[in-house]
């Protein structure tokens, strides 16, 4: 079974060579001097379309990039339900095409986390319209050759069921022996001004500086702050935190203010990793 792009032509180029393409070019604009991506255990990206938020995704990506583990890992990709369609916790059991090619689905390891909790379903309707992971496989694919995946949606971002999640994709990780790779999809504040906006991501994302998950979903609901994949990010900060980091660094932050020059009402965007 494969799952065909759904927002390929609007998010991002629908053309094999243009989409290499700009990817590479963001990646190659990604600059981490001063940034340190050593010991990095998992990861926040962005998913607007890449006009808006590509070049702060590359920043996530070219950070994965320098991970010496890359071969043998799993990536499993977390976003939020945008749609409604589907059932709280989605897991997808398909391939997943882009124009770069196919991301294959670790299906064993899929099945292992579904099976985990009842709660978890196999079910595609919830993956058909979204776009929230999709957008992110095309810079993992200039990343990695031939990735082995599995793709997560959240319609429930509650804190437990945030919890509930982690736990399965632990634990089916260590029963299989999988070297895994969370890579959480999520924008900040949306419709606001930029001034606006940081004010009330920053303190959420200086929460995630010391992996406080908690706190950070306390100030999330405190501050209005309306990031879409809360609870994607809280899913890779504890999974980061039980496997030993110590920390969550900001490698950048932007609005859509910064790609067409309205500042009034803007999407932000971020790039964060939780390392040892």
């Known amino acids: 079974m494969e799952r065909e792009p759904a927002v390929a032509g609007a998010f991002y180029p629908d053309d094999s060579i ?6 590479d070019e963001y990646l190659k604009e990604a600059k981490l001097e001063g940034l340190d991506p050593d010991g990095a255990v998992s990861y926040v990206a962005p998913h607007a379309g890449y006009i808006y938020s590509g070049r702060t995704a590359a920043y996530t990506f070219k ?12 990536f499993v ?7 409604g369609d589907g059932t709280a916790l989605s897991i997808s059991g398909a391939d997943w095409m882009t124009p770069l090619g196919k991301a294959s689905n670790d299906i064993e390891l899929t099945k292992r986390i579904a ?3 009842k709660f978890i379903s196999i079910e595609e309707r919830a993956h058909a319209r979204e776009h929230s992971i999709e957008v992110e496989l095309p810079f993992l694919q200039r990343v990695v050759k031939n990735p082995r995946c599995c793709f997560i949606c959240m319609g429930d971002q509650g804190y437990e069921a945030a919890k509930m999640l982690c736990k399965a994709i632990t634990d089916a990780a260590v029963e299989l022996k999988r070297n895994i790779v969370i890579i959480a999809s999520s924008d900040f504040n949306h419709y606001e001004s930029a001034e606006v906006a940081k004010g009330k991501d920053m303190p959420a994302i200086g929460a995630l500086r010391s992996l406080d998950t908690e706190k950070f979903n306390e100030l999330i609901d405190r501050l209005g702050d309306t990031a879409c994949g809360h609870g994607p990010i809280t899913v890779a900060a504890m999974y980061a935190k039980a496997n030993r980091a110590r920390i969550g660094k900001l490698m950048k932050y932007a609005t859509s203010g910064d790609a067409n020059g309205d500042y009034d009402s803007v999407v932000a965007y971020a790039s964060i990793i939780f390392a040892r």
């Open 18 to 23: 243009r989409l290499s393409k700009l990817v």
């Open 63 to 74: 950070a994965l990039s320098k991970r010496r583990d890359l071969g043998n890992a799993t």
């Open 77 to 83: 990709l977390i976003g939020p339900n945008h749609t």
């Open 115 to 117: 099976g985990m909790s």
